[in-house]
């Protein structure tokens, strides 16, 4: 099969322009954030989050690469807390126009403002904040994590099949857990469903021994509701309300039932090769960043390989094409959308040990696609820079 395939690849109308070969250099440049402290230790983050997928990425894309000539690299670049981000994106941008972007929504932005950066391709394989695919968008950014909208509404999807219309939540006062909170209101609101009573965590106390004390309390106030729904995204106290509520209900959002761009446990589609190969690679289980990344980088191979080119231009066009789809272990061909840079995908709700389920869920139709009923569908974004 080695021999054949080789043989095809030789009859393919690419092979004689890609035998002169193609540099393909790739950076992943992530700006270190302080991390507020949290009610518990049991999950450090890691400190190749992100960089880690990006490699396996690359590790995929000289496959690939090597029977065409090819010839793709990556750097990883880590400016530290305080840093000046925009300078390093300067400095990279001198040796390749092709950025993976671990950072906040405002260095992102002040990245893809630059002059330098105009004929770039930049990928956001961090940042959630639905405003970057609205009216914050940039024509050179593309995003390869799902935005807060998505999350929700696959999570809302699921409550609404469920028949759970009662829903209540418990949401952090950190600015991450804000936007979360926020996105959840929209997601019940466009799919028909109110979310009741809502409370703020506002306890100090170590929930390590007081959460059997403090949490019925909290959501006793709550009143009746079928889910209870938590924004929680620092991973600060959601740990502590299973099994801890007034009511016995299920908990979804941050904990319990979660919506992510990856969890460990997917294991359909081919995605227990994966989960092996980066088990491999990084010494742990990928996460949503790790997955994110690695989708940046396979775009960037498989755009190269349809296209033939390493050029920014020609790569961005094709990906936003309908020609371009990426196989990503998620039972669907991803796309990007072209009306905002998004990504497509299927977003998994997974429990700590099984996968509940994956939205789109059926029954829940679209014109085009059904990725689409997951975030900011063409009417409902406000970007103007992809039109």
Same mark, same amino acid.
């Given at each position: 099969?080695?021999?054949?395939?080789?043989?095809?690849?030789?009859?393919?109308?690419?092979?004689?322009?890609?035998?002169?070969?193609? @540099?393909?250099?790739?950076?992943?440049?992530?700006? #270190?954030? /302080?991390?507020? !402290?949290?009610?518990?230790?049991?999950?450090?983050?890691?400190?190749?989050?992100?960089?880690?997928?990006?490699?396996?990425?690359?590790?995929?894309?000289?496959?690939?690469?090597?029977?065409?000539?090819?010839?793709?690299?990556?750097?990883?670049? &880590?400016?530290? +807390?305080?840093?000046?981000?925009?300078? %390093?994106?300067?400095?990279?941008?001198?040796?390749? !126009?092709?950025?993976?972007?671990?950072?906040?929504?405002?260095?992102?932005?002040?990245?893809?403002?630059?002059? @330098?950066?105009?004929?770039?391709?930049?990928?956001?394989?961090?940042?959630?904040?639905?405003?970057?695919?609205?009216?914050?968008?940039?024509?050179?950014?593309?995003? &390869?994590?799902?935005?807060?909208?998505?999350? $929700?509404?696959?999570?809302?999807?699921?409550?609404? *099949?469920?028949?759970? $219309?009662?829903?209540?939540?418990?949401?952090?006062?950190?600015? #991450?857990? #804000?936007?979360?909170?926020?996105?959840?209101?929209?997601?019940?609101?466009?799919?028909?469903?109110?979310?009741?009573?809502?409370?703020?965590?506002?306890?100090?106390?170590?929930?390590?021994?007081?959460?059997?004390? +403090?949490?019925?309390?909290?959501?006793?106030?709550?009143?009746?509701?079928?889910?209870?729904?938590? %924004?929680?995204?620092?991973?600060?106290?959601?740990?502590?309300?299973?099994?801890?509520?007034?009511?016995?209900? /299920?908990?979804?959002?941050?904990?319990?039932?979660?919506?992510?761009?990856?969890? !460990?446990?997917?294991?359909?589609?081919?995605?227990?090769?994966?989960?092996?190969?980066?088990?491999?690679?990084?010494?742990?289980?990928?996460?949503?960043?790790?997955?994110?990344?690695?989708?940046?980088?396979? $775009?960037?191979?498989?755009?190269?390989?349809?296209?033939?080119?390493?050029?920014?231009?020609?790569?961005?066009?094709? *990906?936003?094409?309908?020609?371009?789809?990426?196989?990503?272990?998620?039972?669907? !061909?991803?796309?990007?959308?072209?009306?905002?840079?998004?990504?497509?995908?299927?977003?998994?709700?997974?429990?700590?040990?099984?996968?509940?389920?994956?939205?789109?869920?059926?029954?829940?139709?679209?014109?085009?696609?059904?990725?689409?009923?997951?975030?900011?569908?063409?009417?409902?974004?406000?970007?103007?820079?992809?039109?």
């Amino acid at each position: 099969m080695r021999f054949l395939f080789t043989f095809l690849i030789a009859l393919c109308p690419a092979a004689p322009a890609a035998a002169a070969g193609i @540099e393909v250099p790739a950076v992943y440049l992530k700006q #270190q954030q /302080p991390q507020p !402290p949290t009610l518990s230790n049991l999950d450090p983050r890691p400190r190749d989050l992100g960089a880690a997928g990006a490699r396996l990425g690359l590790a995929d894309n000289l496959t690939t690469g090597s029977f065409l000539g090819h010839r793709y690299s990556l750097e990883v670049v &880590t400016v530290p +807390e305080g840093g000046d981000f925009a300078a %390093a994106v300067r400095a990279a941008l001198a040796r390749t !126009p092709l950025l993976i972007l671990d950072a906040p929504k405002p260095a992102l932005l002040a990245a893809a403002d630059l002059p @330098e950066a105009q004929a770039a391709l930049l990928f956001n394989a961090a940042s959630p904040d639905t405003g970057l695919r609205s009216a914050d968008c940039r024509r050179n950014l593309l995003h &390869t994590l799902p935005s807060d909208l998505m999350r $929700s509404d696959a999570l809302m999807q699921f409550a609404l *099949m469920k028949r759970w $219309s009662g829903l209540a939540m418990i949401s952090g006062s950190h600015p #991450q857990d #804000q936007a979360f909170a926020a996105a959840l209101r929209q997601s019940a609101a466009k799919f028909g469903l109110k979310i009741g009573a809502e409370a703020t965590w506002a306890y100090g106390a170590d929930m390590r021994r007081n959460a059997a004390q +403090e949490v019925p309390l909290l959501t006793q106030e709550l009143g009746r509701h079928d889910l209870l729904l938590v %924004a929680d995204e620092l991973q600060d106290f959601a740990r502590y309300l299973p099994y801890n509520t007034w009511l016995p209900r /299920p908990v979804a959002g941050s904990e319990g039932l979660v919506p992510a761009a990856w969890a !460990p446990v997917v294991e359909q589609w081919g995605a227990a090769q994966l989960q092996s190969r980066f088990q491999d690679l990084a010494g742990r289980g990928m996460q949503a960043r790790d997955y994110a990344a690695w989708a940046a980088m396979r $775009s960037i191979g498989e755009a190269v390989t349809r296209t033939n080119s390493a050029d920014a231009a020609v790569l961005r066009r094709f *990906m936003l094409s309908e020609d371009f789809e990426l196989a990503g272990f998620k039972g669907r !061909p991803l796309s990007y959308r072209g009306w905002n840079g998004q990504l497509r995908q299927p977003v998994p709700l997974a429990t700590p040990r099984a996968l509940a389920a994956q939205a789109p869920l059926p029954g829940f139709l679209h014109q085009h696609s059904e990725l689409d009923t997951l975030g900011l569908d063409a009417p409902e974004s406000n970007c103007g820079a992809f039109q």
